[in-house]
C-alpha cells in the first residue's frame, strides 16, 4: 500500500473533522474539570494536522507537530496559538505551512527545524542508542518542552495565574523526599 491507502484508512478510522470536535469537546472539557489552566498538544504524522484543527479556539495554548503530516496552508487560517513543526528531511515542505502562521500576532513565538538527517516517523521510532538518531530524538524532545513551557507559562500567566517555578518545585520536592 501507499500514502493513498493512508490516507483512506485515516479518513475512514478517525476523519480530521471527528477526532477535532472529541479534542475539543471530551479531551479538553476533561483537563479542564481536572483544573487545568493552559492546555499544549503534540501530534505525530497525522497528528500534527489535529494540533492544528485543535488549535483553532482559545482551549489549546500551544501545539507541536513532530513529522507533522497532511497540512495544508488553509489550515493555518484559524490557528489562534503558537506552533512548533519539526520535520524530517522527507517530510513535504513545511514553508508553506509557516509562510502561513508568518501573517499571525503570535509568529515570533513559532519555531520550526527540519531534522534533514532523519525520516518520516524517526522520533517514535528512534534507537535511542544509536549515535545519530538518539541525540536528534531527545533534541526534539526537549524543544517541545521548552515550546511548551514559554507558551503555557505566559498562557497561564495572562489568566493572572502563578505558574510554579520549576526550580523551587524540584527544591521542594528534594526537601520532601529527605523527610
Not at 511548551?148 to 505558574?163: I, S
Amino acid at each position: 500500500g501507499g500514502i493513498e491507502e493512508v490516507v483512506s484508512w485515516v479518513n475512514r478510522v478517525a476523519p480530521f473533522d471527528s477526532v477535532v470536535k472529541e479534542v475539543n469537546e471530551v479531551v479538553v472539557k476533561h483537563l479542564q474539570g481536572k483544573g487545568a489552566k493552559a492546555i499544549g498538544m503534540v501530534g505525530f504524522c497525522w497528528g500534527g494536522k489535529i494540533v492544528m484543527l485543535s488549535s483553532t479556539s482559545d482551549n489549546i495554548k500551544a501545539g507541536v507537530g513532530i513529522h507533522p503530516s497532511f497540512l495544508e496552508p488553509a489550515d493555518c487560517e484559524k490557528v489562534t496559538s503558537p506552533q512548533m513543526f519539526l520535520p524530517a528531511g522527507n517530510d513535504p515542505p513545511i514553508d508553506p505551512i509557516w509562510e502561513g502562521l508568518s501573517k499571525k500576532p503570535f509568529f515570533s513565538k513559532c519555531f520550526k527545524k527540519v531534522f534533514t538527517e532523519m525520516v518520516h516517523g524517526w522520533s517514535l521510532r528512534a534507537d535511542m542508542k544509536d549515535l545519530i538518531q538518539g541525540p536528534q530524538a531527545d533534541e526534539a524532545i526537549k524543544l517541545a518542552i521548552q515550546h511548551f513551557d514559554a507558551n503555557l507559562r505566559d498562557a497561564w500567566e495572562t489568566r493572572g495565574c502563578t505558574c510554579p517555578d520549576p526550580e523551587e518545585d524540584s527544591q521542594r520536592k528534594r526537601k520532601t523526599s529527605l523527610s
